[in-house]
Nanobody, 116 residues
Framework: QVQVVESGGGLVHPWGSLRLSCSASGIFSLGTMGWYRQAPGKQREMVATVSRRGDITYADSVKGRFFISRDKAKMTVDLQMNNLQPEDTAVYYC???????????WGQGTQVTVSS
């Protein structure tokens, strides 16, 4: 049984930092891991991903502020978020691809709120 579990969300002031963590289990063959977010009334969007071979992609809106890191052996992926702004407020989701069966698995989401 596949499980994807996120942690680390919360309330932070503008210009603050948060670190999100995601842990996966039950994956046959680890593919891309990444973070996505969905703000109220908006579509879910990609924030940062790391491919099977280690290529990293960031959304333009977070470049230079957010940093993704992965531990393949532990099947974990973290997102360090710095200089947070109110527009970063959203539910953040972790997605893990099982390369063997070409299936995406999503976590339950963790709320990040940036407010003074």
């Amino acid at each position: 049984q596949v499980q994807v579990v996120e942690s680390g969300g919360g309330l932070v002031h503008p210009w603050g930092s948060l670190r999100l963590s995601c842990s996966a289990s039950g994956i046959f063959s680890l593919g891309t891991m990444g973070w996505y977010r969905q703000a109220p009334g908006k579509q879910r969007e990609m924030v940062a991903t790391v491919s099977r071979r280690g290529d990293i992609t960031y959304a333009d809106s977070v470049k230079g502020r957010f940093f993704i890191s992965r531990d393949k052996a532990k099947m974990t992926v973290d997102l360090q978020m710095n200089n947070l702004q109110p527009e970063d407020t959203a539910v953040y989701y972790c997605k893990v691809v099982d390369f063997r069966v070409m299936t995406d698995y999503w976590g339950q989401g963790t709320q990040v709120t940036v407010s003074s």
